[in-house]
């Protein structure tokens, strides 16, 4: 018995429908969403992301504005420029594409941005927010995984989530996600003892560690929910997950794969941030 597989690029078109509804309807109340990306060198993916990103915005009626700051820019004029994009009232949501060039700190820009307009909701206020329970701007990738399992019909609740890898983008923010979803969390990561035993325990395993198919059937429990989160680019310029797709794909109930799992849904999420941000601050009911 095969898997189910659960098609990012389906569950993300179909919000993109529903956002295109919301957009318009705020149109008609004089409220248009805004967001600025910020982009600073010529890192080729980030350039790749931020068009992608310019295109969503068209698609749904979304203003969008692109800064395009050369390399050398410096740290005080990327800053300044954040300043003066959270006074803007016509911008709801900054975004500011990593990596960033080596001679500026990463950290000071992240907390730059007013925690209103955070759609990558990478703040520490932000995080702060998700922790406890708070309403904030989740981070995009985590908050699509969430919509990717509850749109397959999958009930969270209850369920013993295990997710591997714990970094501040992907890892610990899924994890307490799940947690709000009332999910039974264990987090592993490379100096868990025994992962595969405890993996094989998850009614929902959620793998974020970019190694490609570093996870294979031996982690998985028949039935179990498989989102991967990972992207790896291999030598035969193919893309491929961290989980082992075709080797898991009989012993799963559902499976994402890669590509077209939970690549589309990030882009989408930044959207629907977005849109939540401008309805706060026109005092719209989210």
Request: glycine residues 10%; proline residues 4%.
């Amino acid at each position: 018995m095969s898997a189910h597989i659960i098609e990012g690029k389906k569950i993300s078109d179909q919000m993109r429908t529903e956002m295109v509804e919301e957009v318009a309807s705020l149109t008609s109340r004089g409220v248009v969403p805004g967001l600025a990306v910020i982009l600073v060198g010529e890192d080729p993916a980030s350039k790749v992301y931020v068009g992608s990103k310019e295109k969503a915005c068209q698609q749904l009626g979304i203003y969008s504005e692109v800064h395009r700051l050369a390399e050398q820019t410096s740290e005080g004029e990327l800053l300044a420029l954040i300043q003066k994009l959270n006074e803007q009232s016509t911008i709801n949501g900054i975004l500011v594409q990593l990596p960033l060039p080596k001679h500026i700190n990463e950290k000071a820009v992240i907390d730059a941005i007013r925690v209103d307009k955070d759609v990558d909701g990478f703040h520490p206020e932000s995080v702060g927010n998700l922790t406890i329970g708070d309403d904030s701007l989740l981070p995009c990738t985590p908050a699509g995984v969430i919509e990717l399992i509850k749109r397959s019909g999958v009930e969270i609740s209850g369920k013993h989530a295990v997710v591997i890898g714990r970094s501040n983008i992907v890892g610990k923010p899924v994890a307490m996600l799940l947690l709000r979803e009332n999910a039974t969390v264990t987090i592993c990561h490379s100096r868990t003892a025994n992962m595969e035993a405890i993996a094989k325990q998850a009614d929902i395993l959620v793998v974020a560690i970019g190694k490609a198919k570093a996870i294979d059937s031996r982690f998985v429990k028949p039935g179990a929910v498989v989102i991967d989160v990972g992207i790896n680019r291999m030598a035969d310029g193919k893309l491929a997950g961290d989980v082992d797709y075709e080797d898991c794909l009989d012993t799963a109930g559902y499976i994402t794969p890669v590509p077209g799992g939970v690549g589309p849904m990030t882009i989408t999420m930044l959207m629907k941030n977005t849109i939540t941000a401008a309805k706060r601050a026109n005092g719209i009911e989210v």
